[in-house]
């Protein structure tokens, strides 16, 4: 299977601790791309990379909140001291740009919940 | 106000019916649009895109008001299959990058 890879599916965790998630695009998309989805609710846009590089960083939703994608490939998205209101899905997406069509392939999503 | 806006819904309809999505967004020096479906439990994808002069896609008809800033899909002979929800997207690069969501619409289909 060659698409967005998203790893944990699942995640429960307590208030206050940390979590890790990571995202793998499809591989030749330098675009990426990190969204939040709650129930009944659209994905929200957080932050996304040009390769290596974080161009767009300002909806993420607070300082807690951190993404890197360090050689240009897969990219991590930390929560730091979660909170309840954490619990969502994370969904990763990735595009090609030069093919201009515009289309991002979503991963299935790494759902949180935070107890 | 909400960057991009869709119909609240849910609409219920029955098999063969038409049904008309509208979407609206706030930032007039957006350049993309696209329509995505979303099936319960499951990931976004891209239905369509949306132009200036129209696109049509089989049953699916995207239409693009650049002037209202207004976007629509209209569903001719609605399968049960079509039940979905579906997302009204918006590329915006004022400000940097971003692609902006709507809430998405739900689509209930009925025999």
Same mark, same amino acid.
């Given at each position: 299977d060659t698409g967005v890879s998203q790893d944990p599916r699942h995640k429960i965790t307590k208030r206050g601790q940390n979590v890790?998630? #990571?995202?793998?695009?499809?591989?030749?998309?330098? #675009?990426?791309y990190w969204y939040r989805q709650t129930l009944g609710q659209g994905p929200e846009f957080l932050t996304y990379f040009q390769n290596e590089a974080q161009l767009e960083k300002s909806r993420?939703? &607070?300082d807690r909140f951190s993404a890197e994608r360090p050689k240009?490939?897969? &990219?991590?998205l930390e929560i730091q001291r979660t909170e309840q209101g954490d619990s969502a899905m994370y969904l990763c997406a990735s595009s090609l740009p030069e093919k201009n069509t515009g289309e991002l392939f979503f991963g299935e999503g790494s759902r949180l919940t935070v107890l | 106000r909400k960057e991009v806006e869709q119909d609240p819904g849910p609409f219920n309809v029955?098999?063969?019916?038409?049904?008309?999505? $509208?979407?609206?967004?706030? $930032?007039?020096?957006s350049q993309s649009f696209f329509?995505?479906?979303?099936?319960?439990?499951?990931?976004?994808?891209?239905?369509?895109?949306v132009?200036?002069?129209?696109?049509?896609?089989?049953?699916?008809?995207?239409?693009?008001n650049r002037a209202s800033q207004y976007i629509s899909l209209l569903i001719r002979d609605s399968k049960l299959s079509d039940s979905a929800?579906?997302?009204?997207?918006? $590329?915006s690069y004022t400000g940097g990058f971003k692609t902006i969501f709507g809430a998405g619409t739900r689509l209930f289909v009925k025999a």
């Open positions: 890790t998630f #990571r995202c793998d695009p499809i591989s030749e998309h330098n #675009r990426l993420l939703l &607070s240009g490939s897969f &990219s991590t | 029955p098999e063969g019916a038409t049904v008309a999505f $509208n979407c609206t967004y706030s $930032n007039s020096a329509w995505y479906r979303q099936d319960c439990r499951k990931e976004p994808k891209l239905l369509m895109s132009y200036s002069s129209g696109n049509e896609d089989g049953r699916f008809t995207a239409q693009l929800t579906y997302l009204c997207v918006v $590329n």
